[in-house]
């Protein structure tokens, strides 16, 4: 088997134990990224496993903006409203923080 098929064949395991952990979160009312933790922490330790490496673009693209959606269509505003506060400043504090850690560029 090809390396493109195998790859391809383990991101198909994988989502298929994704699907899985969410339905168990469900029936067994867990917080779904509890169990996904959990279970992404002990298939990284399942002997044999080969790494799955992904571009930052996928994630950015493809993973990242479905998370957010699900997670602002579950937001409570009135604890929004109430955490308003810590959230501004642990933003403002990491946007700081990341400019001040990262190294000047040159500009030719």
Do not use: D, H
Request: charged share 10%; hydrophobic share 60%; net charge positive.
């Amino acid at each position: 088997m090809g390396t493109v098929e195998a790859k391809f064949q383990i991101f198909l395991i994988l989502l298929a134990v994704l699907a899985g952990t969410a339905l168990l979160a469900r029936r067994i009312n867990v917080a779904p990224a509890i169990l996904l933790l959990l279970t992404g922490v002990v298939l990284a330790f399942v002997p044999g496993m080969p790494s799955l490496e992904l571009p930052p673009e996928l994630v950015l693209l493809v993973v990242l903006p479905p998370l957010i959606y699900s997670a602002s269509v579950a937001m409570s505003w009135r604890e929004f409203k109430s955490n308003l506060r810590p959230i501004i400043l642990l933003s403002v504090g990491c946007v700081i923080f990341t400019a001040a850690r990262s190294p000047p560029r040159r500009i030719t």
